[in-house]
T-cell receptor
Framework: GAVVSQHPSRVICKSGTSVKIECRSL??????MFWYRQFPKKSLMLMAT?????????EQGVEKDKFLINHASLTLSTLTVTSAHPEDSSFYIC?????????????FGDGTRLSIL | GQQLNQSPQSMFIQEGEDVSMNCTSS?????WLWYKQDPGEGPVLLIA?????ELTSNGRLTAQFGITRKDSFLNISASIPSDVGIYFC?????????????FGKGTKLSVIP
């Protein structure tokens, strides 16, 4: 149980392109999803917290107009990197947790390797 | 943001040896979690600890939630090559109902066959 699917696993695109990454909870309803960014050999850095049906809460220093998050259903959240530039290249990982059971841990997707040329 | 102090940063061990890593924090957490991350993949949950003093096993893995709620350790017994990866500790629940995680910087484990 608690499977989180992330798509695509890898994307390479030109500078200026907008890229959408999907995060789905396959066997549970995710009231809350999280988006992380991970640089090589570093730990995960939280970008934003997404609650179904409401606006995402962004961490300090994360541009909300640059990283658009939509959590339209209990099983899907999307992260759109708008007008991507080479400095946006990174490993992006989502996680999901159900709010129905107290203290449930986050379960992570397999990540998306984004490379901007 | 705040990070946990995780040590060691990396370790090279012989196959069959036992491994121990730990995390400490200046803050109290309600839950301690241990994840393993393989290259190019997302973290996979290994063990979740919910009560201070709790000792939990998952196969060859054993983890404990410190009695002060500010630390945790993970032990791996009889290591095998597939144990290679980066292990992260994470504290959860700084605030009431909070699901946010605070991560350690990771321990990179290398197992020599």
């Amino acid at each position: 149980g608690a499977v989180v699917s992330q798509h695509p696993s890898r994307v390479i695109c030109k500078s200026g392109t907008s890229v959408k990454i999907e995060c789905r909870s396959l066997d549970f309803q995710a009231t809350t999803m999280f988006w992380y960014r991970q640089f090589p050999k570093k730990s995960l850095m939280l970008m934003a917290t997404s609650n179904e049906g409401s606006k995402a809460t962004y961490e300090q220093g994360v541009e909300k107009d640059k990283f658009l998050i939509n959590h339209a259903s209990l099983t899907l959240s999307t992260l759109t990197v708008t007008s991507a530039h080479p400095e946006d290249s990174s490993f992006y990982i989502c996680s999901a947790v159900t709010g129905h059971l107290k203290g449930q841990p986050q379960h992570f997707g397999d990540g998306t390797r984004l490379s901007i040329l | 943001g705040q990070q946990l102090n995780q040590s060691p940063q990396s370790m090279f061990i012989q196959e069959g040896e036992d491994v121990s890593m730990n995390c400490t924090s200046s803050s109290i957490f309600n839950t301690w979690l241990w994840y393993k991350q393989d290259p190019g993949e997302g973290p996979v949950l290994l063990i979740a600890l919910y009560k201070a003093g709790e000792l939990t096993s998952n196969g060859r893995l054993t983890a404990q939630f410190g009695i002060t709620r500010k630390d945790s350790f993970l032990n791996i017994s009889a290591s095998i090559p597939s144990d290679v990866g980066i292990y992260f500790c994470a504290g959860q629940g700084l605030g009431a109902g909070s699901y946010q995680l605070t991560f350690g910087k990771g321990t990179k484990l290398s197992v020599i066959p």
